[in-house]
């Protein structure tokens, strides 16, 4: 009975770090922005569209989010010419005060050893850090 318990005790802070490392948490928005960019790595673009949202925080339509899926694949393929996604480095976050937006500065890594250098502008909504898209 002792070591059930011991073993139940160890399961489930493994899947507890599990899902906390791998399933692409969105609690800050600096974590949203490795997120977009792990799914896109994994070109898991139907994911990533769903990580945006209207400047006012509304869903996407249909159309508009697979418009983004095709935007995201031509991306990934750009991504390619330069060897491919290495890592993501936040260089500063920066949340409003009512903690309800933020600007998120950071550096794009490729395996060619290129970088690049970019901004981009979040809204939380129900708990989530999203992109938001102004062209919609």
Do not use: R
């Not at 600007?103 to 850090?129: A, C, M, P, Q, R």
């Amino acid at each position: 009975m002792k070591n059930s318990t011991i073993y139940a005790s160890i399961l489930t802070i493994i899947l507890v770090v599990g899902f906390n490392s791998c399933g692409g948490s969105t609690s800050s928005p600096g974590k949203a922005v490795i997120s977009l960019y792990e799914k896109m790595k994994n070109k898991d673009f139907e994911k990533v569209a769903k990580m945006y949202v209207k400047k006012d925080g509304e869903q996407l339509s249909e159309d508009e989010a697979k418009k983004i899926e095709g935007l995201v694949g031509m991306g990934a393929q750009e991504n390619e010419k330069k060897g491919g996604l290495d890592k993501i480095t936040i260089e500063e976050e920066k949340i409003s005060e009512d903690g309800n937006s933020a600007k998120v500065d950071f550096i794009i890594h490729y395996k060619n050893g290129d970088t690049d250098n970019e901004h981009v502008s979040l809204i939380k909504v129900n708990g989530n850090w999203l992109f938001q898209i102004t062209n919609f």
